[in-house]
């Protein structure tokens, strides 16, 4: 058993799965601090705390267009048929739009409900979203 633990991670770098998650963490780390760079002023001067889930779909429309770019020209090249669509560009705003339900639903727990800070949801919100729409960009979307 333990003796097919690398046989099975070499499979998973030969058909590119480890460099795609690679590059997906580096392209979710920018989108991220874009997302960030949105949401945070926005939860600072516009909304108050107990709203700060108002600010996430302006956060929202700004990263996941950068997203696109960057996930379909780097994140999963070479991966799928290559072919961009409007078909494609659809299910890539659907993904993001499931993460971001995702997103929105603990930053709303944590603020309104838990009362706390802003800032404080968006490392789980952010984990989660990520895991999701990895999983759902490679076998949906870019497939």
Request: charge should be positive; hydrophobic fraction near 55%.
């Amino acid at each position: 058993m333990a003796r097919e633990a690398p046989a099975r991670l070499a499979d998973k770098r030969d058909d590119g799965l480890v460099g795609q998650m690679v590059r997906f963490a580096i392209v979710g780390g920018l989108s991220t601090l874009i997302y960030s760079a949105v949401y945070l002023p926005l939860t600072i001067w516009i909304f108050p705390r107990a709203h700060a889930v108002y600010a996430v779909p302006f956060a929202f429309a700004v990263a996941v267009t950068a997203g696109y770019v960057m996930h379909s020209r780097w994140s999963f090249r070479g991966h799928g048929s290559g072919h961009r669509s409007r078909w494609q560009q659809a299910q890539f705003v659907a993904v993001q739009g499931t993460g971001m339900a995702l997103n929105a639903l603990v930053t709303w727990i944590g603020t309104a409900q838990l009362g706390l800070p802003a800032w404080a949801p968006l490392l789980p919100a952010v984990g989660l979203a990520t895991i999701l729409t990895f999983i759902l960009n490679r076998w949906l979307v870019f497939a």
